[in-house]
């Protein structure tokens, strides 16, 4: 019998140290990328179990839990996978900053596109790297990469990695395969190594096509690794823990002895359930959620357009996110930021995001209809107050 997941219940996360609700008062979060949604059963059992068992001691990746690997990526996006091929770290994020001394030297340029989530700017300066930027073209209300202009800082700042964001947050897009392939052109001609953030892969929405940048790498590998992991698409965040993917056994050589300089190459135990529970049963949970999250999206459109028509909005071709030109409503940044705040009602400030972030927002949609709705009410309140 088909098990129906409940995401309209709202479970109250204040005062347990969630970084999303650390409101005193009843302020709605809708911004940092974490879901008002109980994880899937499968994977709370999973935990559950562990703690029953009692032993919490030192605990080793199993083969049934690479199969897990390998079988979901596999099976979902043609990802072929062995064994050889992944490594366990902490997080995205602390994958990315590894990546700046796998691929490069200190005061090395490191390309990403502009918008682009936070951490792959930050990673990039905090360890002496030079950050270049691309902008990112929008046209038919959805970015592009600018190719001509990726060449041309390429080679004027001689650039050695690229981090590239797929699905691309904050702006939703699911790069195609053509593009991707261009990307992959322009790296090979010119010796760039590609580090892939595919975290939202999961997320990708209906009508829109997932490709794994290492499917396309055949005669690159040396120079291509994908980072990926479950905690965003099955909402277990403080779980911490995801996947390091390089087909290259030099390369996977390489990141290994890195992470092993500081000893960061294992998960705790809790993880390592969590992640063989959700991609060997989580596909269920996982289909019921898009469904879900796609009609908070199609909910959050109309209401936008009917209510304040004068927001741009860029539609996601995957996950929660939605990216918002509030240009109509403001020339001030912070302004924009703050009259939404003094509403109680939180979103990202686009300029975080780099300079293409200016008088943008970013809106988290996935959470219960009913804090969505509230959410949104409390920034047409706002948006009157600026009475434009
Ligand atoms: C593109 C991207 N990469 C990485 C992360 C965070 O990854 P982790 O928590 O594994 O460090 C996020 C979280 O929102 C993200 O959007």
Known sequence: MRVLY????????????????HYSDDTIPLWVADMDFK?????????????????????????????????????????????????????????????????????????VNDPIYAPFMSKVEQNGRTLITSSLQESEGKYHLDLADIEAKIIEHDVKLYLVC??????????????????????????VAIVSDEIHQDLTLRGHTFTPFLTLA??????????????KTFNIAGIKGSLIFAK??????KIDA???????????MFAYAAMQSAYNEG???????????????EFTLEFLADKLPKIKVMRPEASYLIWLDCSAYSQDDEQLYDILRAAKVELNAGIKYGE??????????????MLLEAGLARMVMAFERLGN
């Open 166 to 191: 797929n699905p691309h947050n904050p702006g939703g897009r699911v790069w195609t395969a053509d593009e991707l392939n261009a990307v992959l052109d322009l790296c090979k001609k010119y010796d």
């Open 283 to 297: 596909g269920e949970w996982l289909a019921q959620l898009l469904a879900y999250i796609e009609d908070n999206i």
């Open 356 to 369: 293409e972030g200016h008088l943008k927002m970013r809106i988290n949609v996935a959470c219960p209809r």
């Open 39 to 111: 994880a899937a059963p499968p994977i709370l059992n999973a935990i559950e179990q562990a703690v029953q068992h009692g032993i919490l001691g030192y605990t080793k990746p199993t083969d049934a839990l690479y199969d897990a690997i390998i079988e979901w990526h596999g099976s979902r996006y043609e990802l072929p996978l062995a064994k050889e091929n992944i490594l366990f770290s902490p997080g995205v994020v602390p994958s990315l900053a590894l990546m700046m001394n796998v691929f490069t030297e200190v005061g090395d340029a490191v390309l």
């Open 218 to 231: 055949q005669g690159y590998e040396h120079k291509v690794v994908s980072l990926t992991s479950m905690t």
């Open 6 to 21: 409940n995401f309209d219940e709202v479970i109250d996360r204040r005062g347990t140290g969630s970084l999303k609700w």
């Open 258 to 268: 890195q992470q092993h300089l500081n000893d960061e190459y294992e998960l705790n």
């Open 248 to 253: 290259d056994v030099a390369l996977i050589e």
